[in-house]
């Protein structure tokens, strides 16, 4: 059964880094697309970014592009999400998620993906 583990969430002061990790347990991590997705109170659950496909295409939503990399080692079963120029908007909590088929331009679709990690807490604020 194919499983996913966030961490890497906290408090930071706005301007500040944090880099999340999603640590997978199952067969054939390198054929899944991972994505993170994040909800903050009060409203839906948002496509952040995503890594799709052998070669590793990576998206991002319009809010974090430029900000945010997503990256991923196949080797240690973990997709990362290295988050700078964190704002008070990017408070939520965070989740990963996983399939095996995902195409990419539907990348921050939920419906995408079958496997959900339970989430970590972002929170920045001075």
């Known amino acids: 059964q194919f499983r996913l583990v966030e961490s890497g969430g906290g408090l930071v002061q706005p301007g500040g880094s944090l880099r999340l990790v999603c640590a997978a347990s199952?067969?054939?991590?390198?054929?899944?697309?991972i994505a993170w997705f994040r909800q903050a109170p009060g409203k839906g659950r948002e496509g952040v970014s995503a890594?799709?496909?052998?070669?590793?295409?990576?998206y991002y939503s319009d809010s974090v592009k430029g900000r945010f990399a997503i990256s991923r080692d196949n080797a240690e079963n973990t997709v990362y999400l290295q988050m700078n120029s964190l704002e008070p908007e990017d408070t939520a909590v965070y989740y990963c998620?996983?399939?095996?088929?995902?195409?990419?331009?539907?990348?921050?679709?939920?419906?995408?993906?079958?496997?959900w990690g339970q989430g970590t807490q972002v929170t920045v604020s001075s």
């Open positions: 998620a996983a399939d095996l088929f995902v195409d990419g331009p539907d990348w921050s679709a939920e419906s995408e993906y079958d496997v």
């Open positions: 199952g067969a054939n991590f390198d054929y899944y697309a």
């Open positions: 890594i799709v496909g052998r070669a590793g295409t990576t």
